[in-house]
């Protein structure tokens, strides 16, 4: 089983702020790599899928990057909107989504 | 638009069997997998098991035991069963579409307790 290790628990940031978060795959995923954003009392929905590429609708704010083993995601100016918790995904014999890291309002 | 429509008991009592049903609307179960995805309270997220129109399964290895996958294709609809379910299996269950390796549409959740 690949075991997705996200970084950090909790991102405390302030509405403007970039925010970089982590995802650390305990064997390489070649470029398999999905984020999710989930909002309280809310199923997540996708952002990025194939470690950089931005699901429809998403703004450009949010971007993906990495493979192998290492990725971030990167939401360059933060919106109200986007405090929530973010879940990086990927698949090889079957699914697997890391612990979540919580952006929250400082 | 694709929808996916959820339903089953929200209260199951330990030892007993977990039953969801998910309804898809606006598109057909073909060409796709079909899968059950939970998330305890305040935790993260367990895929469960997938399955397509035709009844092949996978199911997660630390689940497989207790799980069983079925599909009715004339009514567009895929379920699952939890059998001898504890307080570990209270969550909020999803049912989602898998389009190859990324989930794409999602259910709208059901909490479920279990809770005698």
């Known amino acids: 089983e690949i075991v997705l290790t996200q970084s950090p628990a909790t991102l405390s940031l302030s509405p403007g702020e970039g925010a970089t978060l982590s995802c650390r795959a305990s064997q390489s995923v070649s470029k398999y790599l999905n984020w999710y954003q989930q909002k309280p009392g809310q199923a997540p929905s996708l952002l990025i899928y194939d470690a950089s590429k931005r699901a429809t609708g998403i703004p450009a704010r949010f971007s993906g990057s990495g493979s192998g083993t290492d990725f971030t995601l990167t939401i360059s100016s933060l919106e109200p909107e986007d405090f929530a918790v973010y879940y990086c995904q990927q698949r090889s014999n079957w699914l697997t989504f890391g612990g979540g890291t919580k952006v929250e309002i400082k | 638009q694709v929808q996916l429509q959820q339903w089953g008991a929200g209260l199951v009592k330990p030892s007993e069997t977990l039953s969801l049903t998910c309804a898809v609307y606006g598109g057909s179960l073909s060409g796709y997998y079909w899968s059950w995805i939970r998330q305890p309270p305040g935790k993260g997220l367990e895929w469960i098991g997938e399955?397509?129109?035709?009844?092949?399964?996978n199911y997660n290895p630390s689940l497989k035991t207790r799980v069983t996958f079925s599909v009715d294709t004339s009514n567009n609809q895929f379920s699952l069963k939890l059998t001898s379910v504890t307080a570990a299996d209270t969550a909020v269950y999803y049912c989602?579409?898998?389009?190859?390796?990324?989930?794409?549409?999602w259910g709208q959740g059901t909490l479920v307790t279990v809770s005698s």
């Open positions: 399955i397509n129109h035709s009844g092949s399964t």
């Open positions: 989602a579409r898998i389009l190859t390796s990324l989930v794409d549409r």
